[in-house]
């Protein structure tokens, strides 16, 4: 068995998540802050009550605040290196709904040098993702009005001086010891850490104000956080709050995490119907049984089956998600079928997305900071 | 014998320079290239005969260039985090000399960000030094058409971009071995030598051209560019030319480099004439003997005479200095007579410097890039 890591820059291994919990001290959100969030946003979102966005921190004192009639503001991003994928899509989906349910500000960080300080890629190649990685966040639909985009490298002017706060009170001994990095690794990429933290507190210190942020993101760039949510707050700010979501699975299989690293098994939001189709059948792994006989006879496996796990972030009705897993499991369905279904619902996302991006363009310099 | 340890964080022991030359890979500055430079600039600076600055990195090839008609620029800076002094005055004067001898722009680097990450003084502690500390070199005179300041926190905009692309080719080994570093600094210590390598070729970036870069500096400053001027090329730039300074010692005693962590122990440029006149005569070392009678029988060490050691820098006449020496040497002039030649010469000094530096801060905004 492959041992589980899971850091911004590695996840490898079949993920325990609440081995996660208990390694990295975060929440885990349970019925009772479910019922919370409900009362207060009006309902509960799939991805919530699916545990795709399974733990916290903070979050708790973060609505505490925001029922005394205090705002907070959203903080999310993507590092441009390659297309965007459907793995990128439900975290931003996600934050698109706590944007309109708590009607808040979204932050969000292009993170064009560390993609440079990590990638073998020059310096122009990441600004060209940069640009097209924008289109995808615009098509999105956040509210243009309350939306920021902050890139690192063009913002640096107002980051830089706030980083180097956070850099002085984080060693490279802490750097190493939760990113696993080693001497070999460059100076950028030890100091960028601190990049990624400015924006947790960059509102407030532009507006003069005080108030919490919130951080979906994937649980495994919680490290950034775990170190600078103390040094946060030794610079007078709040802890920034965080919810986490479990990882996408590749289509490859349950375990790791959906990446760009390799297009034909990731769904690209730029994919066509066609390949869509050709991506799912040929590569999602499928639960069923080796036969069509056997998987009538004994059913298929929900939980390993991509297709199935897959619906849970597009199947919006819980009824429905829960007849096709049982209709699965007592085969039923075959595994063509259900791949069949997700195609539809993937393709149904991607048409409005694909719709949304090819006027995007002319829209950026409303969400560029 | 302390170890001689030679780098920008720290200076100790006895600086042997021939060693220092060795160990860096550094050209002495030979009769031959003082002849040419006096060819060109129609003299030589007394610190140049008087091998002050006695080393330095490609200048032939900078000259070459500069005499088939080809521009270079200077570049030089401070690091703000207390007052300046004598020391840097030197250093400054002798880059003020190059600036007009060669008609050449100078960029003026104030390492706030540097200063911040490696003192234990807050952002606006060094905010307030850098201020008066662009007093001062404001009244160096340099001139204001051709002389850029840049501060790493106020030009991060335009510099974290470029710092970027040299970090991602600098590890940590490096910075470990160059700096003595460890583990245990901190993250924007081990990024910082990539901000203060950025002026070597910004001005070309910016004005899209290939000039030379020269860099006066303490022979401490360059293990930056001894890391980074491989680095540099490898961006598409010229490596940059360097031409060292030897320490100014201490006024206790011809070992280590005058600093500003003991205001007593070295003449800041504010100080007034009686100040001066207390500080040289209670501190400067004594290469005399310890009775007047044994002085005018024995003579004094020039060598270890700190008045002596310092008029080197201010008083301009060989033949002057010369008589100085012989006189001392032979005990016909005793230290107090010495140390008060060089109160005169430095009150002169710091009167015009004063003078200049009372209307320095209109000028601030015509300096700043």
Redesign the interface.
């Known amino acids: 068995m492959t041992e589980m890591t899971v850091n911004p820059y590695d996840v490898k291994g079949e993920v325990d998540y609440d081995r996660l919990i208990k390694n990295f001290g975060i929440k885990k959100i349970d019925e009772k802050l479910l019922k919370r969030i409900e009362k207060i946003a009006g309902e509960v979102h799939p991805y919530l009550r699916r545990k795709i966005f399974f733990a916290h921190r903070d979050l708790e004192k973060l609505l505490d605040a925001y029922e005394k009639g205090e705002k907070f503001f959203l903080y999310t991003g993507c590092g441009p290196s390659g297309p965007i994928h459907i793995g990128h899509y439900s975290i931003w989906s996600f934050a698109k709904w706590l944007q309109d349910k708590f009607n808040v500000e979204l932050w969000f960080q292009f993170t064009d040098?560390e993609k440079?300080?990590y990638k073998d890629m020059t310096?122009e190649e990441i600004q060209n993702w940069t640009k097209e990685n924008m289109l995808d966040v615009i098509a999105m639909g956040f509210d243009p009005k309350k939306t920021h985009f902050l890139v690192?490298?063009?913002?640096?002017?107002?980051?830089?001086?706030e980083?180097?706060?956070v850099?002085?009170?984080?060693?490279?001994?802490t750097?190493?010891a939760s990113f696993g990095f080693?001497?070999?690794?460059?100076?950028?990429?030890?100091?960028y850490?601190?990049m990624q933290t400015v924006p947790t507190f960059l509102p407030n210190v532009l507006n003069n104000k005080n108030e919490y942020c919130l951080i979906p993101l994937g649980v495994d760039q919680d490290p950034h956080f775990r170190i600078s949510r103390d040094v946060v707050e030794k610079l007078g700010h709040k802890k920034p709050a965080i919810i986490h979501a479990k990882f996408m699975s590749p289509l490859t299989g349950v375990t790791g995490k959906s990446s760009s690293t390799n297009n034909d098994k990731v769904i690209l939001m730029t994919d066509d119907p066609k390949t869509v189709k050709k991506k799912i059948n040929k590569y999602a792994f499928s639960g069923g049984k080796e036969t069509v006989e056997e998987h009538r006879k004994k059913g298929g496996n929900v939980l390993v089956d991509v297709a199935c796990q897959w619906l849970k972030y597009f199947e919006d009705s819980d009824d429905k998600l829960k007849k096709i897993y049982d209709k699965y499991s007592k085969g039923e369905l075959l595994s063509g079928e259900v791949k069949a279904i997700l195609i539809e619902e993937l393709n149904k996302v991607l048409k409005e997305h694909q719709k949304r991006r090819a006027t995007a363009e002319k829209q950026i310099d409303k969400f560029i900071f």
């Open positions: 040098d440079f300080l310096y690192d490298t063009k913002h640096a002017g107002i980051m830089y001086p980083a180097i706060k850099a002085k009170k984080i060693t490279f001994s750097i190493k080693t001497d070999s690794n460059n100076i950028g990429s030890i100091f850490t601190a």
